[in-house]
């Protein structure tokens, strides 16, 4: 059964301290690895999708990675609105389901 | 261009009642699954309908059933509350079953009492 586990469960940063957030996966056959941010009370908003080990994107002051066995999303001087929870999931073989962690929750203090 | 949208926001119901969820996806996408996000949890899947049929589902009870309606949108229903099944009900949109970004729509919050 695929595992996905974040960690830390939560951080707190001050405004400007970078920082990474994980996730690891025990998966058979990946066929995708997704970050998604979730506010209190709201959907997941999408942010990246990533394929193979070695890949890596950006967005403003996200940039996530990936290896065979784990993927980072780098947070480089986090402001207060990057307040979220931060979720992690991946699809495998021919499964179209996504299998979640339990997400990061992440604070930063101005 | 109009995002996934849901309804209602939120419901309450008692334990042994029965509640519809409704979603409309985003435009361009003919694939909606659903998923059950517990407190402090991430979300967990339910199924996904494609083309009006149920094509995948996960570890939930038949009390839960689905419909897609040739429109694309898609309907959650679910028998028999338990108070365990209180939770925020989301809905994600794709192009095609497998392959490419699922987008989520806002959420109905479901409490049973």
């Known amino acids: 059964e695929d595992q996905v586990t974040q960690s830390p469960e939560a951080l707190r940063l001050q405004e400007g301290e970078s920082s990474s957030l994980n996730c690891s996966y025990t998966?058979?056959?990946?066929?995708?690895l997704f970050w998604y941010r979730q506010d209190p009370g709201k959907g997941p908003e999408f942010l990246f999708t990533?394929?193979?080990a070695g890949e890596e994107k950006e967005k403003e002051r996200l940039k996530a990675t990936l290896t065979k066995k784990e993927s980072f999303l780098h947070i480089t001087a986090p402001k207060p609105e990057d307040s979220a929870t931060y979720l992690c999931?991946?699809?495998?073989?021919?499964?179209?389901?996504?299998?979640f962690g339990k997400g990061i929750t992440l604070s930063v203090r101005p | 261009d109009a995002g996934v949208t849901q309804s209602p926001t939120h419901l309450i119901k008692t334990r042994g009642q029965q509640v519809t969820l409704r979603c409309s996806p985003k435009?361009?996408?003919?694939?909606v699954s659903w998923y059950q996000q517990a407190l402090g949890q991430g979300p967990q899947f339910i199924f996904q309908?494609?083309?009006?049929?149920?094509?995948q589902r996960g570890n939930f009870p038949d009390r839960f059933s689905g419909h897609q309606f040739p429109n694309y949108s898609s309907e959650l229903n679910v028998n028999a509350l338990l108070l365990g099944d209180s939770a925020l009900y989301l809905c994600?949109?794709?192009?095609?079953?497998?392959?490419?970004?699922?987008?989520f729509g806002p959420g109905t919050r479901l409490t049973v009492l």
């Open positions: 435009s361009g996408h003919d694939t």
């Open positions: 990533l394929y193979s």
């Open positions: 998966v058979s056959g990946l066929r995708g």
């Open positions: 994600a949109s794709s192009l095609r079953p497998i392959g490419g970004e699922q987008f």
């Open positions: 309908y494609y083309e009006e049929e149920e094509r």
């Open positions: 999931a991946v699809r495998t073989g021919a499964n179209s389901k996504l299998t």
